[in-house]
């Protein structure tokens, strides 16, 4: 057992989606999953393994935040040997055309966060695994929907000031779009050799915050999102 996560040895899959939120892992298990078997539930962190279309997948909350998802990750891979993960997020658009509801897949994130600035020479780049990118934008194009693609934020602080200035200026580096979790993620999967990518949707535009996903909707309402994911992982 890990220190974070309660599930005894073989009860986690390799293949592992990853929202931040409880509450949507525990929606995710019980409406995607055949047989579903709950495996964490310490801090609240649910955790499930079942099945989708014959393949063994785990959901695992990871809670907010990037230190919070690197705990998590870190475990699933070292403790359990999880080989794929993919986040599934929830993100503000800081490229002004983007729309509540449109899909983006993070091929690289950069990050207010300074969780690559020690032990290296320098300043990690995190990227997502390109084969599973690939496969990500073809299965939502398979399903109609065309998703965003390219760079996107980790943000530590939610309540910036300014917010749209402060996006303008992300955005004039081709930004799309701004989440809080991502970036630890894609730095542990390159630590440990596995493949990770973070799929996510547009809840808020920062231009324009009366265009806003209500909370209920965060929680269920994601389903092109989740049906793309659970696809991609889908051999």
């Not at 990037?66 to 999880?82: K, V």
Request: hydrophobic residues 40%.
């Amino acid at each position: 057992m890990s220190m974070h996560i309660s599930a005894k040895p073989g009860e986690i899959a390799e293949d592992v989606l990853l929202p931040g939120d409880p509450l949507r892992a525990k929606y995710i298990a019980e409406t995607y999953l055949e047989n579903p078997v709950l495996v964490n539930t310490i801090r609240n962190m649910f955790g499930y393994t079942g099945y989708y279309k014959g393949k063994r997948i785990t959901v695992f909350a990871t809670g907010m935040g990037i230190p919070s998802i690197m705990i998590y990750a870190t475990e699933l891979i070292r403790e359990y040997g999880a080989k794929r993960l993919i986040r599934l997020g929830t993100s503000g658009a800081i490229r002004e055309s983007l729309n509540v509801g449109d899909i983006i897949l993070s091929s690289a994130i950069s990050t207010t966060s300074g969780i690559n600035l020690y032990n290296l020479p320098g300043t990690f780049a995190p990227t997502a695994d390109f084969e599973l990118l690939e496969k990500c934008y073809h299965v939502a194009l398979d399903k109609g929907i065309t998703p965003y693609v390219g760079n996107t934020l980790s943000n530590d602080y939610l309540y910036v000031d300014n917010k749209p200035e402060y996006s303008r200026q992300w955005e004039r580096y081709g930004l799309l779009a701004s989440e809080q979790e991502g970036a630890g993620l894609y730095t542990v999967a390159a630590k440990e050799n596995v493949k990770a990518m973070m799929i996510s949707t547009i809840v808020v535009n920062l231009y324009r915050p009366d265009e806003e996903l209500p909370p209920e909707t965060r929680e269920k309402g994601l389903n092109n999102m989740i049906e793309i994911a659970l696809d991609t992982l889908v051999d």
